[in-house]
Each structure stands twice: as structure tokens, then as C-alpha cells.
């Protein structure tokens, strides 16, 4: 992962961090009101930020855990050369991605417990812009490979 998507996400999450203590701090001014609709609002600003919480490390648990994938298949040679055409943003020209996304899909339909396989599908999705499935692929290359890193 790059220095500045390591800066973005930590500055991001310090000030999610930051927004949901204040939440916190209002929903104990509400719930020491003692007024009925007041309790009732601040028990309700106690929940939202719990929920930020668990979001806010989900979601940094999945992208520590898929950069350490990548890593691990980067150091075993078995990541593809980026040699699509890109854009002006530097994302791939999706005609050029979505050309090589079926030798991906053929390779996890002929190995599905294969992590590596989930894995390059899933860069392939987010290189065509779908990154829904992306992430859904990515997150079963986490799931299988669990058993092999804690063996």
C-alpha cells in the first residue's frame, strides 16, 4: 500500500474516531437530561457511534488483510504484469480489463478453494470497475486462506 493511501486512511479514520466521541459526548449530555425523549436520543447516539466503531475496523481489517495477501502473492511471483492501457486517473481502460477478466474467472471456477484464484478475480473486478464484486472476491480469498497462514 502506498504512504499516501496510509496517510489518507489514518487521517480518516482519526477523524471518524474524533466525530464519534463527540457523538458519545452528546449522547451523555441527552441521557443526564433525565427528559424522556432526551434518554431515548441519547440512547440511540450511544448505538450509532458503537456502529461506526465495528464499521471502522471492518473495514480496516479487510484492507490489512487483503494488502497481505497481495504482498504474499506479489513475493510468490504470482501477481500479474500491469501492463493495461490506463486512463487519465490512472485507473486500466476498462475494454482492456474487462478482455483479460475471463482467463480470472476460468481460473476460479477450475480451482474454487484456491485463494490466489479469488484473489486475481478480485483485482480483475475492481480493475473493471466493479467493486462490489471485487470486494466480494477478495473477501473469500481472505476466508480460504486463513487455514494456510494459521497452519
Request: aromatic content about 10%; charged content about 25%; overall charge positive.
Given at each position: 500500500m502506498?504512504?499516501?493511501?496510509?496517510?489518507?486512511v489514518i487521517l480518516m479514520a482519526v477523524l471518524l474516531?474524533?466525530?464519534?466521541?463527540?457523538?458519545?459526548?452528546r449522547a451523555?449530555?441527552?441521557?443526564?437530561s433525565g427528559e424522556p425523549v432526551a434518554v431515548i436520543l441519547g440512547i440511540f447516539l450511544f448505538v450509532l457511534p458503537l456502529l461506526g466503531l465495528w464499521a471502522l475496523g471492518r473495514?480496516?481489517?479487510?484492507?490489512?488483510?487483503?494488502?497481505?495477501?497481495v504482498r504474499r502473492l506479489d513475493a510468490e511471483g504470482g501477481l500479474p504484469v500491469d501492463d493495461l492501457p490506463k486512463r487519465a486517473s490512472g485507473r486500466p481502460e476498462r475494454s482492456a480489463a474487462?478482455?483479460?477478466?475471463?482467463?480470472?474467472?476460468?481460473?476460479?471456477?477450475?480451482?474454487?478453494?484456491?485463494?490466489?484464484?479469488?484473489?486475481?478475480?478480485?483485482?480483475?473486478y475492481d480493475a473493471s470497475g466493479d467493486?462490489?464484486?471485487?470486494?466480494?472476491?477478495?473477501?473469500?480469498?481472505?476466508a480460504l486462506s486463513r487455514p494456510a497462514t494459521q497452519s
Open positions: 502506498r504512504r499516501t493511501t496510509v496517510a489518507g474516531a474524533l466525530y464519534l466521541v463527540l457523538l458519545g459526548q451523555v449530555l441527552f441521557v443526564a473495514e480496516l481489517l479487510f484492507g490489512i488483510r487483503s494488502n497481505e495477501l474487462d478482455a483479460q477478466f475471463p482467463l480470472y474467472r476460468a481460473q476460479v471456477e477450475s480451482d474454487p478453494e484456491n485463494w490466489r484464484s479469488w484473489l486475481l478475480l478480485g483485482l480483475a467493486r462490489r464484486r471485487a470486494r466480494q472476491a477478495v473477501r473469500n480469498a481472505i
